[in-house]
């Protein structure tokens, strides 16, 4: 049986450094690694296609944090798949190519191409729809949870952390080595490799082996997991048929320090990052202690971050928190590490249970936090920020880091304006951080439509780069990447293609006017929800009514899906039932968007399909602000007679002291559609005036919010109006004869004018 040194050294030219990702400890060592062999080559875990980028990963000027930024369209649904590979100062990767560049040595990354990887169906699927797909992440066998167990620790980033971080004497580099050697096998026992793993080890494998024949000593970097595969298969016939299906698009980007953390979607990641890139300095600066020389300075910065946020936290409970965190450490017979200090920190400035959630807080963006990282300068930029360049510099907006401008952009007049709105509208549909829009019509979302110019601030950050390199998957320029994000989002099963025709069209694409609507018709044909059919309608009829005033002329089709879209919301209201108070409200504001389209004779409207499914909806299960809003829609519209009116506000009046809650609902549906009309109806009111007074103080408290809700739709004059009507005529008191109250009933009566006047102020009702 072979010993670990001589597994760690299968062959006399050939020593595997096997790694965590983004260790600190892993890197330090690495680097004794590289001094003690002296490697002719040192071969690097990592799609081939980032040997393209090694210029740029190893020029002087160079800083991590950053990240290579693959992208490709594979598999049967030419989905766009796309994949991050991050590098910190920690990471061993990282320290492995600088000290390549440093010592004269040459590097190279020897994993499968991406591009092979992401032609397997299993794969693709996640490389295009994961958050944030890395290449880095390993198996996680049943084998990690037994000794998470056993161990006592919280989870395996506190067990790492215990026997291969902070947790261990200083070893040799050859040492450490051989016990992650030995973690990476039990990993794999009694676990069988999947085939992409499998595929993997045995393309690195074949990349060793072509080294080794060129006669190199040779360095090998990789996930402690891989070793054995790898080392296994140096003897196996190098494998066919892993060639790419299609190149793979490989950028730098900046990958800020945050982006690492854990929580933040980077399943391989290490937690705390700006926590390891202290200790990371440390090392670098000969520290006998480094992962115990932050706790000092985070413990200090920390409690100065509280006492910003008014807890109250001194210098004397941070620098008890370290004290406590070694004793800690103690008593758990261990070295003083990240879960010590967490623990230590929280005991000592957690004052009361409401500090908890900032001090949490706190904690994670200070542990997380961390340098920029350095692009090399001049480097090649990918073609779509090539494109949003050039398109901002034709528009004579911020083009370069640093600027910013406020554009005032008049959309409907001038078409050179016009054209710098659909601009921004492409940049802000694909997510790129550049532009806010802080005033002007918001037709997706159906706010300011009144307004004829639009009012933004654009800012150029790293993150617009940033972004704009990642969205490169989706086409080289800005109207290409957002025809295909646009059409990415079509083929999506959730949700209503209808806000896309709104995207188009502000952004300028009516060019897929065409495939969007076929998406629309077929939803239509697709979709039963009442309230998702009626929302959809509203969006497609805002698309219609302003396409030519944004230029879409190519929209010709949008009439008869609009009339097949209303008429098919008219058939299915009935059906709608009791809902919750959000979809109740949501359902409220489209039946008075229809009833908007019947107002202003919309040519797709159908009125009496419509006050039929009104009165369908009325004499149904609906929750109570739907009723009231269909009562309003048939009392505008004539459809009812004022006696039909009278008893359906009576039959609800009735439930006075059965439901005052539903009493108010129902009035804030009737009076969102048909205030006018109430006002001017001195009977209605009356009976509105009896119920109120009629209602106990109980009644009229659970009542209130929704009354609230109900007379905030009013205007001033409105509510001045409804005031004098509910109040009635002054009268002359006739106190002959009755009975005089004694002081303490004044006292209370007072009491309760005062209450009463603190709720009719929140009401806007009164002086």
Known sequence: MKSDAERLAPRPDLMFAPVRHHSPRCAHHLRELVADFAPQRILIEGPRELNALMPLLQHKQTRAPLAAYLHTVAGEDALRCRAYVPLTPFSPEWVALREAARLGIGASFIDLPFATRAADSANSAYFARAPEPTLADEPRTGVI???????????????????????????????????????????????????????????????????????????????????????????????????????????????????????????????????????????????????????????????????????????????????????????????????????????????????????????????????????????????????????????????????????????????????????????????????????????????????????????????????????????????????????????????????????????????????????????????????????????????????LALGGVGMARLLPLLERGFSQTCIRLPWLGMSDAARAHAMLAALDDLHGMIRRQAPWADAPLFYDACASLHAGEAAPQVRGGAAAVLTVSGSWTPAQTSAALAATFALAHLAPQAIADYMQGFLRIARSWMLASPQHLAQLSAVLASWSEDDFLSALPSMRLAFSQLSRRETDQLAHVLGGPSQALDLAGARVPDMDTLHQSRLCLEQVAGIMQRWGVGP
């Open 145 to 547: 949870a037994a000794l998470v167990a056993h161990s006592g620790c919280q989870d395996f980033d506190a067990w790492w952390e215990r026997h291969f971080e902070s947790g261990l004497d200083a070893p040799g580099a050859h040492a450490y080595f051989a016990s992650l050697l030995v973690f990476g096998e039990l990993l794999r026992a009694g676990h069988d490799t999947d085939a992409d793993n499998a595929a993997r080890e045995a393309h690195m494998a074949a990349r060793v082996k072509e080294a080794l024949a060129l006669g190199e000593r040779c360095l090998v970097v990789c996930g402690a997991y891989h070793v054995a595969g790898i080392s296994a298969m140096l003897d196996a016939p190098a494998p066919t048929g892993t060639a790419a299906a299609q190149e793979a698009g490989v950028h730098l980007i900046a990958y800020p320090l945050e982006r690492f953390e854990r929580s933040q979607r980077y399943g391989a990641g290490m937690p705390a990052p700006g926590y390891y890139q202290r200790v990371w300095q440390a090392w670098q600066t000969g520290d006998a202690a480094p992962y115990e020389q932050p706790f000092a300075a985070l413990a200090i910065e920390l409690a100065a971050n509280l006492r910003e946020n008014s807890i109250p936290v001194s210098l004397p409970d941070a620098i008890e928190a370290v004290s406590m965190t070694h004793r800690l450490a103690a008593l758990r017979g261990c070295r003083a590490g990240l879960a010590e200090l967490r623990e230590s920190l929280r005991s000592t400035m957690v004052k009361e249970d409401g500090d908890a959630a900032s001090f949490g807080a706190a904690l994670a963006s200070l542990l997380a936090q961390g340098p920029d990282g350095v692009l090399p300068p001049n480097m090649p930029v990918a073609p779509l920020l090539a494109d949003a360049i050039a398109a901002c510099l034709r528009h004579r907006i911020p083009s370069r880091f640093g600027e910013s401008k406020k554009k005032d952009l008049d959309i409907y007049r001038n078409a050179r304006h016009r054209a710098a709105s659909q601009v921004l509208h492409q940049l802000r549909f694909l997510g790129v951080p550049y532009g806010e829009r802080i005033a002007g019509p918001d037709f997706v979302n159906g706010t300011g439509l009144g307004r004829v110019r639009e009012i933004w601030t654009l800012r150029w950050i790293t993150e617009t780069a940033t972004s704009l390199t990642e969205n490169n998957r989706y086409g080289a320029s800005l109207a290409d990447a957002a025809v295909n994000k646009l059409l990415e989002q079509l083929a999506q099963p959730a949700g209503s293609p209808a806000d896309l025709v709104l995207h188009l069209l502000a952004m300028g694409l009516d060019k897929v006017a065409d495939k969007v609507l076929d998406g629309v018709e077929r939803w239509l044909g697709d979709s039963y929800d009442p309230l998702a059919l009626a929302q959809g309608t509203a969006k497609l009829a805002l698309a219609f009514e302003a396409r």
